[in-house]
């Protein structure tokens, strides 16, 4: 492009006062309202905020694609100094994929199941370059060592299918760069990964406007992310950007309330669930068509000044000290004291745990597989067997939370299942409330066993059956498990129910459409407690929900566990959460159990392995802290043909040799309950520095997780 | 910390709500054309003693042209069958025989392929295989062979027209039914209700069912479309209800010889039956227009 060269004049992308609405039949709804930016060559800007904030339609308006129903109502949008809007169609769809490039979540919905990636990769420069074949492949080629596949010439020859998540992402990456795009844009591009194949892309990102000089508009609801991406961030809130500046500053010192309580919402290392508890925003994100006269975040703030606040439109106002170049949409935002913003939390008291209610001794869970090819059958292996879960050992007291945490493809899944009742297992015990369960199924167990032992679900969507009222919801448990049949009594259970999980009564008549997240989350938690469990199953019960409403439902949780003493068994692959509301950890792996132990002992060395690189993968909004990088290389094993020995030797940096390979590693003691499955020894495993440091006068000093 | 409650809207009752949802239709112009048509014929058939002007069985004068008057008085508007027959009053008549027998029949069809379908695509396993083979081997007959073997069998009434159709119709609802809940058992709630050990009709019948009905009453409409047109040809094979019993398929038959010198006989008949169908099949696609969009 010609104006290229005058490019360090122009800006890459110039957006001003962008205004873009959707037409429903309820009429017209603003999507983002007011928004500006300008994205130099080579830099990377974040835009955070959480579901329906407008983030992702900024992305679609530069695109200049918006569907049947949307369109820029007002302002400006420059790309290298012409505008977007002027463009014909013929112009922009030789931009798009050429000069700007998308890179969406779903890698598998980029790419052509039916073409070897190669030819997709080559097909890049072909068309828009018109070079030869030779040189388009050698080109593919170049650009999937660049993002760091390992053997480029058996993946340009495979099919997507034949790769995995992560490694299908990094194609989707290479696809995107091979046009060396000036721009970028990056809709949530590892959300659906596993954490750690996540922290190799994410590092691969962050390379890219280095490498390439590419900018990136990187749009993420995760603040970590966006802190080990990007240089400057624009913090959205209901379509306006609320914050801006560089990402140091926002960390650092955020100066509008809805930024401010956004981090308090996040479990960073120094939070503690009874020194230091999480505080959620009060309400709701508004609806686009509800938004509230004057500022957005109004209702929701605790610094509203009626009068003021809620009189007219807010401008953005800029503020010079401490760091300059730093935007806020706030009226009040001088008169804040920075201290003054900070909301209050309150404390609580450490609940002592009782005696064991959960003891799994030597669980086993494989499922046949049945081959019945030809070759099988004659060489005697015609049932395999996926060991699901191999030997797990560990107990669950009264009132205490457990966190089993893993990937996918660890085998937590299925051992809620086995402990639900919906499998049974293959060898070994479980013993719950003194009874054996482990051989019987649901239907065998009794109604009050069943009660006792319920299951919070992951996806807030599909927790509660659309057809059917909260009420009759929650009351079908209550009839089920209270043996309670009259129904005046039943709907006061409901009334009490809706009332502990923080509900309006009247929620009991509306439907599960009417529900946001959060609160369909809420009635599912309801319903796990109809029956006074003495233990809850929660299944990744925040990962689905938005930012600000999670760290409500966390507090729920451990509202009701505190008054009722119940055992949480917390099955979840985010180790943030987990360090923030568990008391002791089991970290499984492959179906195994990699490290088991109480949460300060986990989170600190010494550490397995692959512990050491979950604790790396994850990414953490807080600039106070320093992480040791640790990316591991390569793909989870299948699970029908797992490594003979250590199921993670295949990835693990710190392989010893083959002892790794062929012998199942020993359980050593690592210190009261701590136990660590690793042929390395305890002494060496100590002397690891921690992955998580934290920078205080230039001195690293490792983070104590329980009294940060 | 709670989130802020929205109002609530009070919730109306079921036949407002029936009403609202029909009304939805009016977005979609070929919908409203199709329930026009549905309409017409259901007015017709309820009304059809009041409507017509001549009894449906009555000989009267054979073979008269539309439009010529009757000795009796009045006006023969479409004319009259070989046998003297008035016409209009037989399609009046027989709007009520297919608007009984093609819901009902369907509704058969629908309870029988519900039932397996649910149970095939929930057990999975060993019963998937059997109703599943068992439904290919009824799909894999030409339609029309099934019905002449069935109906030759059990014999030409109603009852027998129901079954018949029952029969052919059930494997493929059965597979639309499979389909559907294939996908909505993996959902939460029917995991929720696994745990809290409910029993597989309580699962099928409260939480997979209710939340298949989407695509299930669009099918229902395109479907009430087939049964019309088999009862139509039923009727004209014989194989439908005995005569004298007015019959829109069976009145084809009857004329069909005559079809070149009077046809007036045979034409309002098929018109009869090919407005009813357009209308059922307009909306059914008017349906899953509306439940395609937001």
């Not at chain 1, 949008?77 to 779903?106: N, T, V």
């Not at chain 2, 339609?143 to 069935?150: E, M, P, R, S």
């Not at chain 2, 699962?203 to 479309?225: K, M, Y």
Request: with cysteine.
């Amino acid at each position: 492009m010609s104006d290229a060269a005058s490019g360090a004049a122009t800006p890459v992308l110039e957006i001003d006062n962008l205004h873009v609405s959707y037409f429903t039949r309820a009429g017209e709804i603003p999507a983002v309202i007011d928004f500006s930016l300008k994205l130099e060559q080579g830099e990377a800007v974040g835009l955070v905020g959480e579901s329906g904030c407008g983030k992702s339609t900024v992305a679609m308006a530069i695109m200049q694609y918006m569907g049947a129903n949307g369109g820029v109502v007002g302002g400006s949008i420059k790309f290298k100094g012409r505008d977007l809007g002027a463009m014909s169609q013929e112009e922009l769809r030789r931009l798009r994929g050429s000069e700007i490039a998308m890179i969406y979540q779903e890698p598998m919905a980029a790419l052509n199941p039916s073409l070897t990636l190669g030819r997709q990769l080559m097909e890049v420069p072909l068309y828009h370059e018109e070079v030869s074949e030779a040189e388009a492949y050698e080109r593919a080629r170049q650009m999937l060592s660049d993002v760091r596949l390992p053997d480029p010439e058996r993946v340009m020859a495979a099919y997507p299918h034949q790769i995995s998540g992560g490694q299908q992402q990094r194609v989707v990456i290479a696809m995107a760069l091979l046009s060396s795009p000036s721009l970028l844009l990056l809709d949530e591009p590892t959300t659906a990964l596993d954490v750690t194949v996540e922290a190799g892309i994410v590092k691969l990102i962050a390379e890219i406007s280095k490498k390439f000089g590419t900018s990136m508009l990187y749009i993420s609801h995760n603040l970590g992310l966006i802190l080990e991406t990007c240089d400057r961030v624009c913090v959205m809130y209901s379509g306006e950007v609320v914050e801006e500046s560089e990402v140091k500053t926002v960390f650092a010192s955020p100066r509008h309330p809805y930024t401010h309580g956004l981090f308090g919402c996040i479990p960073v290392p120094t939070a503690d669930k009874n020194l230091r508890p999480l505080v959620a925003i009060p309400g709701q994100l508004p609806l686009p068509h509800e938004r509230p006269q004057g500022c957005n975040f109004g209702p929701r703030c605790q610094h509203f000044r009626a009068g003021r606040c809620d009189d007219h439109d807010i401008r953005m106002s800029e503020i010079t000290h401490p760091s300059p170049d730093h935007r806020v949409r706030c009226l009040r935002w001088d008169e804040l004291a920075e201290d003054e913003i900070a909301t209050e939390a309150t404390e609580h008291e450490p609940l002592e745990p009782g005696e064991p209610v959960l003891v799994i001794d030597e669980m086993q869970k494989y499922y046949p597989v049945y081959d019945r090819s030809i070759k099988a059958l004659l060489s005697g292996q015609a049932v395999r067997y996926v060991k699901a879960n191999e030997r797990l050992n560990f107990d669950a007291r009264r009132g205490e939370t457990v966190a089993i945490v893993g990937e996918s493809g660890c085998g937590k899944s299925t051992f809620a299942k086995v402990l639900m009742g919906l499998e049974t297992a293959t060898e070994g015990a479980i013993t719950f409330n003194g009874q054996e369960i482990s051989q019987r199924p649901i239907d065998s167990r009794s109604a009050e066993e069943i009660g006792s032992l319920q299951m919070v679900f992951q996806n807030p969507n599909d927790t509660l059956n659309p057809s059917l009222t909260v009420g009759r919801q929650i009351a079908r448990v209550i009839r089920k498990f209270g043996a309670e049949s009259n129904s005046e009594t039943i709907r006061a259970r409901v009334m009490e129910l809706l009332d502990l999980v923080k509900l309006p009564r009247d929620f009991a008549d509306r439907r599960p459409r009417q529900l946001s997240g959060g609160q369909k989350q809420r009635v599912g938690i309801a319903r796990a407690f109809a029956g006074n469990p003495a233990m809850v199953v929660a299944d990744e019960p925040v990962s689905a929900l938005d930012v600000s409403v999670q760290a409500a439902v966390t507090d729920l949780l451990m509202d009701i566990q505190r008054r009722y003493r119940t055992t949480l068994l917390f099955i979840s692959h985010d180790l943030s959460v987990v360090r923030y509301l568990a008391d002791r950890v089991v970290v499984m792996y492959l179906g195994q159990i990699m490290e088991r132990g109480p949460t300060a002992a986990v989170f600190s060395p010494p550490y397995h392995p692959y512990t050491e690189a979950l604790l790396s993968a994850v990414p953490i909004a807080d600039t106070s802290i320093e992480k040791r990088e640790i990316v591991l290389e390569g793909n989870l094993p299948s699970v029908l043909d797992p490594p003979k020995g250590c199921p993670f030797a295949t990835r693990c940096p710190r392989k010893v040799g083959t002892i790794c390979d062929e012998e199942r590693p020993p359980e050593q003691q690592a210190g009261p309950d701590h136990m660590i499955a690793c042929h390395i020894s305890l002494a060496e495993l100590s002397l690891v520095e921690p992955v998580i440091q934290m920078v205080k006068d230039g001195e690293p000093k490792p983070v104590d997780p329980q009294y940060g | 910390m709670t989130e802020i409650a929205q109002p609530l809207p009070k919730r109306e009752p079921l036949p407002l709500r029936l009403l609202k949802s029909l009304a939805l239709l009016r977005e979609s112009g070929v919908g409203m054309i199709g329930a026009g048509l549905v309409l017409f014929w259901v007015v017709v058939a309820i009304f059809a003693p009041w409507i017509a002007p001549f009894s449906p069985t009555a000989t009267l004068q054979p073979m008269m042209p539309p439009l010529s008057p009757a000795e009796s008085g009045g006006v023969f508007l479409l004319g009259t069958d070989h046998i003297g027959r008035d016409i209009l009053s037989r399609v009046i008549y027989g709007s009520r025989t297919v608007l009984i027998y093609a819901p009902l029949a369907t509704f058969c069809a629908y309870i029988v392929g519900i039932v397996m379908g649910l149970w095939a695509g929930y057990r999975g396993g060993w019963l998937d295989d059997v109703l599943s083979f068992l439904a290919n081997i009824i799909l894999s007959f030409p339609v029309l062979v099934l019905y002449v073997v069935i109906i030759a069998t059990i014999g030409a009434s109603g009852t027998n027209v129901l079954i018949a159709i029952t029969f052919a119709s059930a494997p493929g609802i059965m597979r639309i039914v499979r389909g559907l809940t294939l996908d909505i058992k993996t959902r939460d709630y029917v995991a929720a209700a696994q745990t809290r050990g409910e029993s597989t009709w309580w699962i099928l019948l409260v939480e997979i069912l209710p939340n298949a009905r989407g695509p299930l009453i669009v099918d229902a409409c395109l479907r009430l479309g087939y049964v019309t047109i088999t009862i139509g040809v039923l009727g004209f094979l014989g194989l439908g209800l005995p005569p004298p019993t007015p019959d829109w398929g069976g009145m084809v038959n009857e004329t069909r010889r005559m079809a070149t010198i009077f046809p007036w006989m045979s034409v309002f008949p098929c018109v009869a039956i090919s407005s009813l169908v357009l209308g059922l099949n307009l909306m059914a696609d008017g349906l899953r227009e509306i439940s395609l969009r937001d």
